[in-house]
């Protein structure tokens, strides 16, 4: 995994210059691919954007996926794909292979293989929404066989799941359910947890009830984005718990951030709440 994740972000740090503003990223991860560990703190400050980590053992060997959004810098998308391609190249990446792909969120979109020799095969998928450069990828061992739901996985980039960017500050917690995120606070008086469930032909389509434990405070549905969401704030002895739950694009979303119950939300924790009501879609 540290070669897959080292390779993106070489790859975020030359093409992406650092400006603040990360958002969430949009990307449905397989069955038994597990959150894994974030880049370092300094590599996180660095980038300054959303950059995920999953990954999963298949006899024996590992397979990882990553999905990023990061500032486009200004630049348009044919010259940073050029500038990855002459990248790669000069890094030692061989079979090279670019080629324009389907649309991805009514924007075009790029493919890009390459593999580093006896090191990681890589396939990656670039597409560009308004200025922001949106990259999925999937690495490997060169001499075992691709995982189809992994590849499969890279043309949910901008419109699978959501993946929050999380507070600033605050530490994903890894090994996690790919179809969950959890983060602490610095302190580890706080966190924030998403779950995420798939919605079946049928299935209800209420947003899921505030199932904590506490007192509830306030309780009421608001507009978020193009949508509507379940809020919900309660309290215990110790704890303030705020609930958002929603629907989007046949997902279903639970958030819950907990907090002292003496202590000042934080702003950033809170739009993480409900970050999943954010539409991807080229302007």
Partial sequence: MAGHSGA???????LVPAVAGAEGVDFTVPENYQVAPSPTAAARTEVRGVFRDWDRRIEGV??????SNSPSGGRDLPSIIEATVAGIKARGGIDVVRADAGPLCGAPSVRIGYTYAD???????????????LIASYAHPPKVADDPAALAA???LCSGMHQPAGPPGWDLI???????????SADLHSSLIQM????????????????????????????CGAMTVWRVTATNDEKTIEWAAG??????YANAYSR???????PAALASLTSFCAETAAR
């Fill in 8 to 14: 993106l972000l070489a790859l975020a740090l030359v």
């Fill in 62 to 67: 590992r397979h990882s996926l990553v999905a």
């Fill in 119 to 133: 090191r990681l095969k890589f396939a990656f998928r670039y597409v560009m929404i308004g200025d922001r450069l």
């Fill in 154 to 156: 890279l043309e949910t």
């Fill in 174 to 184: 890894a090994p996690f359910p790919g179809f969950g995120s959890a983060w602490l």
């Fill in 196 to 223: 995420v469930s798939t919605l079946k032909p049928g299935d209800d389509v209420t947003p899921a009830p505030f199932k904590g434990k506490g007192t509830v405070t306030s309780e009421l549905s608001e507009p």
């Fill in 247 to 252: 629907v989007v694009r046949g997902f279903s």
């Fill in 260 to 266: 002292p119950a003496a202590a000042a939300p934080d």
